[in-house]
């Protein structure tokens, strides 16, 4: 079975632009959550959705951050405009919930992105 | 707020044992998680504890005390492949909503 999928792996760009960042999470995972890494907050949890429907979006740093779920297979975070301190990596995970009982999330590999 | 310790790193000698401790203060709290993160990889699901008591996974083990708020991972035998950063994490809802941890950097030597 194919893990969390998310592209790009890399992205650099110039301060201002609008960035897309995608996440395909594992087939039948109810929950997906976003989370960015840096080394000074570590690794922080965003927003997450479950059933395609956003659940929690406390950690969304900026009006700059939006993100959106349009169906069960795919998930975007968009940052409009960037900012140099945006740069980070961002790990998209997905989860199944079984009547209450802890599942482990399933991480992408993540989004290495640097503002210039 | 929300607060999660642990140490920021640790080193050991191959084939011995290591713990890894953590104690949180939450606002909730469903149980605890211990996630695995190589250099430049992501975060990997090592082991998850609601109950107080000792669970085991090979030659990992994790802890939990919910009266006094900590946990530990316990690494046995170690190998030079567990040099990793291990991050706590707690779990607050029944959505599996989780806080982690800055993480704690184990250096292994040989």
């Known amino acids: 079975d194919a893990g969390v999928i998310q592209s790009p792996r890399h992205e650099v760009t110039e301060m201002g632009q609008e960035v897309t960042l995608r996440c395909k999470p594992i087939s039948g995972h109810d929950y997906l959550f976003w989370y960015r890494q840096t080394m000074m907050r570590g690794l922080e949890l965003l927003i997450y959705f479950n059933n395609n429907v956003p659940i929690d979006d406390s950690g969304m740093p900026e009006d700059r951050f939006s993100a959106k779920m349009p169906n069960a297979s795919f998930s975007t975070l968009k940052i409009q405009p960037s900012e140099p301190r945006d740069s980070a990596v961002y790990f998209c995970a997905s989860s199944l919930h079984r009547g209450g009982r802890n599942q482990p999330q399933h991480f992408g590999d993540g989004t290495r992105l640097s503002i210039l | 707020g929300q607060s999660l310790e642990q140490p920021s790193e640790v080193t050991a000698v191959e084939g011995a044992i290591v713990q890894i401790n953590c104690t949180y203060q939450t606002s909730g709290f469903y149980g605890l998680s211990w996630y695995q993160q190589h250099d430049g990889g992501a975060p990997t699901f090592l082991s998850y504890?609601?109950?107080?008591g000792l669970e085991e996974t090979g030659r990992f083990s994790s802890f939990l005390s919910r009266s006094d708020s900590y946990g530990y991972l316990l690494l046995q035998e170690l190998q030079m492949k567990d040099s990793a950063s291990y991050f706590c994490a707690v779990r607050l809802n029944r959505d599996d909503k989780i806080i982690f941890g800055k993480g704690t950097r184990l250096h292994i030597l040989p």
């Open positions: 504890n609601a109950l107080d």
